[in-house]
């Protein structure tokens, strides 16, 4: 598969502000590719650098196979969609979505049938004489993706342009973005701390961390193959329960004991069992590979229940259902899904793969 975007060694800082370090990125041609990450990771300044707004350190950055490094914004041919909807107030919807194509003086009748081509890509066609005042958040977002989609240009950055949007109308973007990649068949590079975005729309999602990618994957394998501690937590709603531990034969913490499924340790290794809320079940007998423990707290959700259970001196959240009921200090024991439990050195808090 062919790159439209790669980053190579990019580092820039602002001040004492190490923003990015050592950044490797590679976008595969017409992919939708998301930088997840919480607010400092670097993400916008990725995007920044990409888009030639800002100039890196080290590094370069190369589009089409070509140096972009040294281009301006305007010669690398990319459209950004930002936050704000930045829409020209007195202007029509119409308008605002035809001032590129205005800008590049093209042809009266090229620039109305790419807006309407646009509109009806993004179901605004009955919005196109109304201003900005006149439309919603989330019809705005529309106009200001309108713009930007118009222009034809070789690859889209989006900066966390649902984060404005009320829930109900990020749910309905969320759909309607990957519609219109999949119909266009362009590179989208979007950036959001919002996991349920990356997890929902993303092609490969790269996890950014003080300004250094962690790991790049599919949604599944950063869910189920997280290459290190924080990765595995900071994916995943409630976070991923971690306990520390002695890995050898059997993985042995305070107060409880579970086998070894297949770790690969040598001698008395110190980890981090990491074990999602999903791959814990409460039953009330004993089980060969469970943790037991008191309820510490109940949370009722509507569509599940969250049970904190005290385990020796951790506490750990498991997810049951919605018509769970246990009582705060009642004695439990959560089937662990050995299959599904992770392993992290204590030390550099990497994976630790299974033999």
Known sequence: MTSAIVASGISKSFGSIQALNGLELDVPDGAFFVLLGPSGAGKTTTLRVIAG???PDTGTVHLNGLDATRATPSERDLAMVFQSYALYPKRTAAENIASPLKARKLPKAEIAERVQRVAALLHIERLLERKPA?????EQQRVALGRALVREPRAFLMDEPLTNLDLKLRVEMRTELTRIHRSMDRTFLY???????????????????????QQVGTPAEIYDRPANRWVGTFVGSPRMNLLEC???????????????PGFGVQGDRAALLGVRS???SLVRRDEAASLSG???AVEPLGDRTLVDIEVGGSRIVVKAAPTARFEIGEEVSAAVDLDRVHLFDAGDESAIARR
């Open 53 to 55: 707004l800002e100039k």
């Open 134 to 138: 006149q439309l919603s958040g989330g």
């Open 191 to 213: 950036v959001t701390n919002d996991q349920v975005e990356a997890m929902s729309m993303a092609d490969q999602v790269a996890v950014l961390r003080e300004g250094s990618v």
């Open 246 to 260: 002695t890995a050898n034969g059997r993985l042995e913490g305070a107060g409880w004991s579970l086998p070894n």
């Open 278 to 280: 999903e791959d814990l």
């Open 294 to 296: 008191r309820v510490y």
